[in-house]
């Protein structure tokens, strides 16, 4: 399979838990982007890595969310201490960094939280 | 801010019928447009995109195209088929491809 991965698909965790998921893009893409979509909305853009470098954050990611590559490959997205509205799916996806087809992003199929 | 409005919500279409999703953007330094389709529990399909420096593309039954000056874009499907239900996203980006910007999506039911 070379499309992109996510683990897990869907996870269910009591308030004040920490929650850690992980993204495997495309192998050749050095660009990986994290999104929440809500129910009946667009994906929100949340950060973006070029290899290991995270380069740009939105102000929805607020200090209990972190995001890591450590190696330029896969990456991983952890809530400390989740709330409710936290709950949403979380898309990954992933791209090339320069020449034809730098602008495609691909998106895995998501993690599904629910925050009871 | 940044912004992309997408029309209709829900569009309901007679199969072999046409349907055509309208975006308007608000940064005029955008020069990406992708369209995605995304079926129930799964991500988003990236379908077909067009670049600022090109008025339409087309793929087989889809067409998009844009209009600088006004800010739109559209996505025309043409000889709608049941499978095509899905709701499409519409998508603004500048260069480099990262952080787009996506319109709230319109739900397109094709009946048989």
């Known amino acids: 399979d070379t499309g992109v991965s996510q683990d897990p698909r869907h996870k269910i965790t009591k308030r004040g838990q920490n929650v850690t998921f992980r993204c495997d893009p495309i192998?050749?893409?050095?660009?990986l982007y994290w999104y929440r979509q809500t129910l009946g909305q667009g994906p929100e853009f949340l950060t973006y890595?070029?290899?290991?470098?995270?380069?740009?954050k939105s102000r929805l990611l607020s200090d209990r969310f972190s995001a890591e590559r450590p190696k330029g490959s896969f990456s991983t997205l952890e809530i400390q201490r989740t709330e409710q509205g936290d709950s949403a799916m979380y898309l990954c996806?992933?791209?090339?960094?320069?020449?034809?087809?730098?602008?495609?992003?691909?998106f895995g199929p998501g993690t599904r939280l629910t925050v009871t | 801010g940044e912004n992309v409005e997408q029309h209709p919500s829900t569009l309901s279409v007679q199969e072999g019928d046409s349907a055509v999703i309208k975006c308007t953007y608000s940064?005029?330094?955008?020069?990406?447009f992708p369209w995605y389709k995304q079926e129930l529990g799964k991500g988003p399909q990236l379908i077909i995109d067009?670049?600022?420096?090109?008025g339409e593309k087309k793929d087989q039954r889809i067409a998009v195209t844009l209009n600088k000056t006004a800010k739109h874009f559209s996505l025309h499907i043409t000889e709608t088929q049941p499978e095509d239900s899905a709701v499409y996203f519409c998508?603004?980006?500048?260069?480099?491809?990262?952080?787009?910007?996506f319109g709230a999506g319109t739900r397109l039911f094709v009946k048989a």
């Open positions: 890595f070029q290899n290991e470098a995270q380069l740009e």
């Open positions: 067009i670049r600022s420096n090109v």
């Open positions: 192998s050749e893409h050095n660009r």
């Open positions: 996806a992933s791209s090339l960094a320069g020449g034809v087809g730098s602008y495609e992003q691909y």
């Open positions: 940064d005029s330094a955008s020069n990406y």
């Open positions: 998508a603004a980006s500048k260069t480099g491809g990262f952080k787009t910007i």
